[in-house]
């Protein structure tokens, strides 16, 4: 692929590896106020990672119709839940954004013809979770939505053209949840690191599908049975780890962290590849 389109960031020199690419289950909102084990796995996975130039995230909580990247100098903090302490609704994320990334990424991006955005920013899905990794808020972060209109195979594709940006000190962050039922969670258990069998039975084989590289069957989800069908009853919060896996390259290295289950039918399980 040709990258004489990527203007700013081609400019600069590649990284000496790939950056690393991470999906992050961001569960319950307060997590980007709380201190608890699943924020303390996002900050020891910072600590391993190289300095980003910026940030690209494809959240869950941002469907289009069509295929958007924010395009904003400065994304405003968007609070996108409800019922929660006042001291949530306080939280400001002030990172700058990049227009000039989101002009690379809609160059890059052949499968879509990407719309700039100027209006949406960063969701929780986004903050809640990147503020842990770099909270002085200093590194540029854009989002990129995901087209509720598309197939799993088309995000799969998709997201494989954004692997130059890897090379080009970009992060790239899936942010979501592997099983993620809010229908049938335990509201009394919210803290409570448990999971009902069918989300546990799931999440193995989630697990060892991403493990032994076999993501057809992951894009192929709806045709996994019925313990697929009640962990991911909407794509919102599964897409965004095919587009994780989409950027794995062959024989690089793939962990998990935060792999607990909460509230009976949700996982918090991350992924870092490289």
């Not at 609704?89 to 700039?116: C, T």
């Amino acid at each position: 692929m040709k990258l004489d389109n990527l203007r700013k960031f081609s400019a600069q020199p590649e990284s000496a590896g790939e950056m690393p690419v991470l999906f992050l289950g961001h569960g319950s909102p307060m997590n980007a106020i709380e201190e608890n084990e699943f924020v303390s796995g996002w900050k020891n996975i910072a600590g391993t990672l190289p300095a980003p130039k910026a940030i690209l995230c494809v959240s869950a909580h941002w469907e289009t119709k069509g295929t958007y990247v924010t395009a904003m100098d400065k994304p405003r903090t968007i609070h996108d839940f409800g019922g929660f302490p006042e001291e949530l609704y306080m939280v400001q994320y002030p990172a700058p954004g990049s227009p000039e990334l989101a002009s690379d990424i809609k160059n890059l991006i052949r499968k879509a013809n990407v719309g700039f955005d100027e209006r949406w920013g960063l969701d929780h899905g986004t903050w809640s979770v990147v503020k842990h990794l770099f909270p002085e808020a200093n590194i540029p972060v854009i989002q990129l939505s995901l087209d509720y209109y598309q197939p799993a195979q088309y995000h799969y594709d998709l997201a494989r053209e954004l692997a130059p940006l890897r090379k080009k000190g970009i992060l790239i962050i899936g942010s979501g949840n592997m099983v993620h039922n809010l229908g049938m969670a335990a509201w009394n258990r919210m803290n409570d690191t448990f999971g009902y069998d069918w989300a546990l039975e799931a999440s193995e084989k989630m697990k060892k599908y991403i493990l032994d590289g076999n993501h057809s069957e992951l894009i192929n989800y709806e045709s996994q049975g019925k313990s697929f069908n009640l962990a991911i009853p909407t794509p919102d919060h599964y897409l965004p780890l095919l587009y994780v896996l989409a950027l794995k390259e062959e024989n690089e290295n793939i962990a998990l962290f935060n792999d607990k289950p909460v509230a009976g039918s949700l996982t918090m399980t991350c992924v870092k590849i490289g």
